[in-house]
């Protein structure tokens, strides 16, 4: 039997792509940990080394996975760490499952992440602090999850956000000024952060052009 490594090398040389089995590999692995009521996942089959053939998953003309779509998909597990060795990735829509555990920090090595969304889960523990080096981020939705402890001011590096949805978690402490600034002065449009356990209030603002969703705070959390 031909092995699985000249497999992919073979299908490497046919279509002038690179690491052909590594991604496909990462994705099987993440699989293998998700509980898939549906069978959306159905297609994700080393039969075919080469995820691109995959539903929900979309590559560019290298044949790289530069997105996944997998809202809604009544997936349970965990957000596995190796993620961020799809480099060229720009969309990671993982937004209405049931994923859980923690957002790993290793998310923050996608330098080319578009939008990330990860709404309406059951994430837990922190937002990770690297997401702070995101440069390429527009679209930030992490709301409606049990993430708790404060907001990382790094987020406020992220110049190019444009939405940001932090709602409805348990997160604490105050609104860092990095991240109001981006309002002030960067392309921030929508900013919500109500229902957390936040101190402090911030008001809603129309004086940059965009639409600011007011932030609601708890006021147990004010003293």
Avoid at 104 to 122: A, F, I, R
Avoid at 135 to 149: A, I, Q
Wanted: hydrophobic share 45%; glycine share 6%.
């Amino acid at each position: 039997m031909v092995s699985r490594v000249l497999l992919c090398f073979l299908f490497a040389v046919a279509t002038a792509s690179v690491d052909c089995n590594l991604e496909g590999d990462i994705l099987y692995s993440w699989k293998t940990m998700l509980v898939d009521p549906n069978n959306v996942l159905a297609s994700w089959n080393l039969t075919f080394p080469n995820p691109c053939s995959w539903f929900h998953v979309t590559c560019n003309n290298e044949n790289i996975v530069t997105r996944l779509d997998l809202g809604n998909a009544g997936l349970l597990g965990p957000i596995i760490p190796a993620l961020a060795n799809l480099t060229n990735l720009q969309y990671l829509e993982l937004y209405q499952n049931k994923f859980n555990g923690s957002i790993p920090s290793e998310l923050g090595h996608l330098k080319d992440l578009v939008s990330l969304d990860l709404y309406w889960n059951q994430l837990s523990g922190s937002i990770p602090e690297t997401l702070g080096h995101l440069n390429s981020l527009r679209f930030l939705r992490v709301f409606r999850n049990n993430l708790t402890g404060p907001i990382p001011w790094s987020l406020g590096n992220l110049t190019s956000l444009q939405i940001l949805k932090l709602n409805k978690n348990r997160l604490t402490g105050a609104l860092p000024v990095e991240v109001i600034e981006l309002v002030r002065f960067g392309n921030l449009g929508v900013l919500d952060v109500s229902n957390n356990l936040l101190a402090g209030t911030v008001h809603p603002t129309n004086s940059t052009g965009f639409a600011v969703t007011k932030v609601i705070q708890d006021p147990k959390a004010r003293n």
